[in-house]
């Protein structure tokens, strides 16, 4: 007897010859399952978590009058690139044409052609990158069917080729709001208590930092350097984690003047609650018209709130900037009380979003939760709600097909009152039928044997418990509808 | 004076050249937005029907005990190819691989190299075709974390990159409930009862076609050609269309004997209710052991059923094939009564479908729903309840931002009470703020000046009925939460 294996195009087959025949043991197709890296399975214990926090999401954004869309996951590479920066180009995936794509291509040209000018050549489509892209682009394309200001708010995944890490992944969802075509800071405050409730419904103590970009502007002007804008900031950004001394020696080896980085000194100390700090800037920048104007915005802001019920804690901070990409006003970030977490939320306003689709003037403003990290604070704080653990209410043992129908038709009364439940299928060992439902963690079984069928009645078994005890369809439904539904 | 026009990159100048000097009016970027072929924007009312058919799907699959999963948008091209047949390659999206892709590419090979061997050098990725292979795979992937028999459901875009067409696109929803690791026929029973559940709850009017994939086996065998099951199953699928003469000559035409055809006459000729049209089928494939086998798997699924309340109608229709792919047992394709439209919803059993994956031994049955379809039939019978077309409940108009925290705290006070209201937060006339409410169909707007104010009222006006009082924040509360929560 040999032991045989052999593989041809990816089939293995093993088995024994013997006596000359050859005798297959098994034959399978060698397709070790796997997922793409920075890719991610949701099994249903994730989804049912994921799902809670989208929809307290979705019914905030539904009460505060904004309104849902959809756009396609992958839009034309014209409109992505560009948009993100180099880095963001790079990061785009890019989806190939299809049919025959060498078909008119030189192939000279590929003797010596980049990847990069390769891709241009033979993608047209790329998957979206963030949202706000795409919102940008939906809202230019169908102006003429929009009232604005308009609100929309946008739940979908996204896509990113950035090297996978611990809490990054390539495919993630974001969950934005926004509202285009208004320039009121009304919105502003409005964004503010969406966030404030969601987090109230979600059980996370947050901090809301704000800032405007405006301010920001009014500091680079009061150093005397409005255009090293970007530079100053990068620096009092990184206050907190290095503290002012370095700051200050980083700027100086940027360039920046003694007399410079003294003027920057006092508004890098400015301290005690919002409105103190609020009128400490504002001396310092009595002289800078934007500082004053992001002064006045941000205290309209607070002004407002100080009227509504917050449980969030609203921090003003100077130094925040999101890396400054395309804000022109208010810029916010929430961040997670006890947990240590990068910002879990992040938003504010734009003044020409949608200037690069041709359609000029639209200010906007928004808000971008970040899902998964809303799930990891949630997690670590023990947050998510205990009967999200709970998937199907009642599961119905099998003891036989003979009482198949009486079973399905009580599961049919139970549906109907809004019971989740389900029926074991199979012949097999109670068992095993006991500890299925165990693993899926089903708080009730229901038996029903000869003694039930004939009574017209259930054995309920509370799975926590272990008592059990027999009762009427009526009295089951009452029962489980009064532990789940109520 | 000399108007002036210039495209540099895609950037497009406009201006005036006058005494020597250019003076631009207008700077855009030529980027007109478009979105790609195949693939659409879904505005706020569109949404708002989508989500209602998601949503009445995704609760009766919870009803049944279905949890819900979800996988990436990529899979690996490995996973994805040799799965649809040579069609599904070709239309398959591969996503170009990330990073300096050609680096190691020999580009001598490029000179005469195929597109299709071409993307599979530089693709390792691709996005899911369908929500099935996705599905075994995820199952395959995670068996040990599983438990059998495992019912889950998915509700997610696929990607194909067929010729768009009226009613087909390259970007749709898949709604699919599966159960996994199990053989009973009380699973095909219950995915039979979630369809009729959920057309009821939809209010369309269906029609559910039955066979098994048995009895096509056994038909086959009796005309005396099980291998050419395909050609007899493609031949008697048409019956209805070209009726059975023509069939008949299809058949000769393609080889099969006098004899063979008139051995599958009478099973064509089968009429009458489902049990009659099941016993003349039992007669004449008595010869049959696998079509006999269908037909008892065929009548226990109708057996279970006779006793569960039913609104769909139940139809046994021996010419159903779809496409036989991979079904091995029940086949099922439900349509709407009423309306000229393809099969809404489909499934069957297959026996072996993780076994791609290494998995064997795993039966599966499973249905998937239409939802694009499916909007289209209740677009056509007007079925979507009236409520979906109302977002945003109440409006405040902007009467001056003096009273901006008076209707900032009713608005949170509404919002608590779970009315979805917006405040026109900018200052235009009131004409304009009346046109934006009813342009976004907001049933009701409230105001509030100085009297309001003072009074501490708001004054609700009916935009429909276009009367208007003035009533205390309880009342507009009670009012609204009865108009629209109740």
Redesign the interface.
């Known amino acids: 007897m040999i032991v045989h294996i052999e593989c041809m195009n990816g089939q293995v087959n093993v088995g024994i010859v013997f006596d000359d025949l050859f005798i297959f043991f098994h034959a399978?197709?060698?397709?070790?399952?796997?997922?793409?890296k920075g890719?991610?399975?949701?099994?249903?214990e994730e989804?049912?978590k994921?799902?809670y926090i989208f929809s307290v999401i979705r019914q905030v954004y539904?009460?505060?009058?904004f309104?849902?869309?959809?756009?396609?996951?992958?839009?034309?590479l014209?409109?992505l690139m560009g948009k993100y920066g180099e880095e963001g180009d790079?990061?785009l995936?890019?989806?190939?044409n299809?049919?025959?794509?060498?078909?008119d291509f030189d192939?000279e040209q590929?003797?010596?052609?980049?990847?990069l000018s390769?891709?241009a050549k033979?993608?047209?489509?790329g998957?979206r990158y963030d949202l706000t892209v795409p919102f940008a682009?939906?809202v230019?394309?169908?102006r003429n069917?929009l009232?604005f200001?308009f609100?929309?708010y946008q739940i979908q995944?996204v896509?990113r080729?950035d090297r996978p890490q611990k809490g990054r992944y390539r495919?993630f969802y974001q969950c934005d709001a926004d509202?285009i075509g208004?320039?009121?800071l009304?919105?502003e405050?409005?964004l503010i208590?969406i966030i404030n409730?969601v987090f109230s419904r979600l059980k996370i103590p947050v901090k809301i930092l704000l800032n405007n970009r405006k301010i920001l502007s009014g500091i680079a002007e009061t150093v005397g350097c409005a255009e090293r804008i970007v530079d100053i900031t990068v620096a009092i950004d990184k206050i907190d984690k290095i503290g002012a001394d370095k700051v200050f020696l980083e700027l100086s080896s940027k360039g920046f003047t003694e007399a410079q980085i003294d003027r920057l000194k006092p508004l890098l100390l400015v301290d005690g609650d919002n409105r103190e700090k609020l009128a400490q800037v504002e001396q310092h920048l009595s002289g800078s018209e934007v500082g004053l104007k992001g002064i006045e915005e941000l205290r309209f802001v607070l002004d407002?709130m100080e009227?509504?019920?917050l449980q969030a804690e609203l921090i003003v901070d100077i130094s925040l900037a999101r890396g400054l990409s395309y804000y022109t006003g208010a810029i916010l970030e929430v961040k997670a009380m006890t947990v240590e977490m990068g910002s879990i939320t992040g938003g504010g306003r734009y003044d020409n979003l949608t200037?690069?689709?041709?359609f000029?003037g639209m200010s906007g403003v928004g808000i971008s939760f970040g899902a998964d990290r809303i799930y990891d604070v949630m997690t670590q704080l023990d947050l998510f709600p205990k009967e999200l653990g709970v998937?199907?209410h009642l599961?119905f043992l099998n003891l036989g097909?003979e009482y198949?129908?009486y079973v399905?038709?009580v599961m049919?009364k139970l549906?109907a009152g809004?019971?989740?439940?389900?029926?074991?299928?199979?012949?097999v060992k109670l068992k095993k039928q006991m500890s299925?439902a165990n693993?899926?963690s089903i708080p009730y079984v229901a038996l029903v044997g000869d003694e039930e069928y004939e009574q017209r009645c259930i054995m309920l078994k509370d799975m926590q418990k272990g008592d059990q005890k027999s009762v009427s369809v009526e009295e089951l439904l009452s029962i489980l509808q009064t532990t789940f539904l109520l």
Chains 1, 2 share one sequence.
């Open positions: 399978t197709k060698m397709n070790k399952p796997s997922i793409p890719m991610r399975d949701f099994g249903p989804m049912a994921r799902n539904a009460l505060y009058g309104s849902c869309i959809e756009t396609p996951a992958m839009e034309t014209s409109c790079r990061l995936f890019k989806v190939l299809s049919g025959d794509f060498l078909s192939r590929l003797a010596d052609i980049s990847s390769f891709a033979v993608c047209e489509k998957l682009r939906y230019a394309m169908h069917d009232s200001p609100k929309r995944p896509w080729a495919e509202i208004s320039d009121s009304l919105n405050v409005e208590c409730e407002r009227h509504l019920p200037g690069i689709f041709g000029e998937g199907t599961l097909h198949a129908d399905l038709s049919s549906r809004g019971i989740r439940c389900s029926y074991y299928t199979d012949d299925y693993n899926l």
